[in-house]
């Protein structure tokens, strides 16, 4: 079974471009998370789908990050304009819907410059 | 709201030895807990959750973790360090979305395990 895979690996901008992260999650996964992990620090949840269904999307920052699952598959992460405090690994996951391990994918890892 | 408290930031053992990673927690209802290890340059892996039941939890790759309500902790141990156990090991604490089937999880800011051969 495949696992969740994101692209691109690493990515380095300027300050005030913008970036896109893409994550596929595993086939069936119902459930889609997106994390930021700060250097030195746990995972933070920015936003959690369910399909193509936003379920929160409390701690994303909406006046430069967004995000989409169209189709209830895959799903971007946009952010416009990056901040150097943006520079942080982005980790997807996916889950079975109504269960409860989520798989992560490798992250990306973006520097701001 | 939930939190998590990994209170040591970077532990060394020696390859043989036990180890036990501490964590703590605060969240108002009864917790699902988790732990997770990152190795350089990967996304997470499960070792063991808690949801209910029997207080000690066997997880992968030898890795055991005891549910302590009245400490509010969930400590990892293994018995024996290999040096391939080198990484970095998250606490986190699941609460569940109303409805949703899915639930929120607030990881701690983890703990690096080194290795000396």
């Known amino acids: 079974e495949a696992g969740v895979a994101q692209s691109p690996r690493y990515k380095i901008i300027e300050k005030r471009q913008s970036v896109a992260f893409w994550c596929n999650p595993i086939?069936?996964?119902?459930?889609l998370y997106w994390y930021q992990q700060i250097l030195g620090q746990g995972p933070k949840l920015l936003i959690q789908f369910q399909n193509n269904g936003v379920v929160d999307d409390s701690q994303l920052p909406k006046d430069r990050f967004s995000a989409e699952r169209l189709k209830g598959v895959d799903s971007t992460l946009k952010i416009q304009p990056a901040k150097l405090e943006d520079s942080a690994v982005y980790l997807c996951?996916?889950?079975?819907?109504?269960?409860?391990?989520?798989?992560f994918g490798p992250g990306t890892r973006l520097t701001v410059t | 709201a939930q939190s998590v408290t990994q209170p040591d930031i970077h532990i060394t053992v020696s390859e043989g030895a036990s180890l036990e990673l501490r964590c703590n927690y605060s969240y108002g209802a009864t917790p699902y807990l988790f732990w997770y290890v990152q190795s350089p340059g990967q996304g997470l892996q499960l070792l063991l959750k808690?949801?209910?039941?029997?207080?000690l939890v066997q997880g992968i790759k030898g890795f055991e973790a005891e549910f302590k309500r009245s400490q509010s902790s969930f400590n990892l141990r293994k018995p024996s360090v290999h040096w391939s156990d080198a990484a970095e090991y998250f606490c986190?604490?699941?609460?569940?979305?109303?409805?949703?089937?899915?639930?929120?999880?607030?990881f701690g800011k983890g703990t690096k395990l080194s290795v000396i051969p």
């Open positions: 996951a996916s889950s079975l819907e109504a269960e409860y391990e989520q798989y």
């Open positions: 808690y949801f209910s039941g029997d207080t």
């Open positions: 986190a604490v699941g609460s569940p979305y109303s409805g949703a089937g899915s639930y929120q999880l607030t």
């Open positions: 086939s069936g996964h119902a459930t």
